[in-house]
């Protein structure tokens, strides 16, 4: 199982927000790139980017940032927030991103997501974003009447990348992750899932780990950041259940 830094760009900037709430905001660092190059450094075999800005005004914004952390480390690159359109889709992906991720065009129109898989087979990744098991948008600031395993359920057979799954009301709380949601989710479908939100020990990771093998990675962002938890003794947890 991957253990999948998060690098979340506010304004070119390194942030976390608790869940999704962009007045309760942390700064880390001026400097993505060097942030990105950390994580390489001690081990991340992956890195997971979110475009706030994007995700909240609908449209890539932090490209700059983009570029400079692709160009700055050698390890794929996921990347979601504004990504609405297959131009937008493609931009990305020629700047360089491995996998792209895209939740609110998705859910909102389910023709845009047949016609992403169907350009760019096996490098877009869906994001289920869920508070209380029902999608949200627009970087969560609205709420979508259907369930994440219902929808999940009509896309089942697209060559998708990845599920990636977040608790919303677990996303940077440090409270654990929804265990009861990965495995609907897993239950529910064949494409490999990861997980996001809440995870914030060793013992989180190794939970997460024993779903394994179609949980195929773990998104850790606050944990990292407050050094609650070390990449290096998230990575030696997740090797455990190898």
């Not at 896309?155 to 977040?166: E, R």
């Amino acid at each position: 199982m991957e253990i999948i830094p998060a690098i979340d760009l506010k304004g070119g900037r390194v942030v976390r927000l608790i869940q999704g709430d962009p007045s309760r905001e942390t700064r880390y660092s001026d400097d993505p790139a060097a942030i990105a190059r950390e994580w390489e450094r001690r081990g991340a075999r992956r890195l997971h980017l979110v475009d706030l800005d994007g995700a909240f005004g609908g449209r890539p914004v932090n490209q700059e940032a983009l570029v400079e952390i692709v160009r700055a480390t050698r390890i794929p690159v996921q990347l979601g927030g504004g990504l609405r359109s297959l131009d937008s889709l493609r931009a990305a992906l020629d700047l360089g991103v491995s996998v792209a991720i895209v939740g609110t065009a998705a859910i909102r129109d389910g023709a845009f997501l047949e016609a992403a898989c169907a350009a760019f087979p096996r490098r877009v990744a869906l994001g289920l974003d869920a508070r209380g098991g029902r999608l949200a948008t627009s970087g969560w600031t609205e709420e979508s009447p259907l369930q994440a395993s219902e929808f999940l359920r009509r896309v089942n057979d697209l060559p998708l990348a990845a599920i990636i799954y977040t608790d919303i009301r677990r996303d940077g709380m440090l409270e654990g992750p929804d265990l009861a949601g990965l495995a609907e989710m897993l239950a529910t479908t064949r494409i490999p899932v990861i997980a996001s939100g809440g995870i914030s020990s060793a013992a989180d990771i190794r939970a997460v780990a024993a779903l394994i093998p179609r949980v195929s990675g773990a998104i850790i962002g606050k944990a990292l950041y407050d050094g609650r938890l070390t990449l290096e003794a998230a990575l030696a947890a997740a090797r455990e259940q190898c």
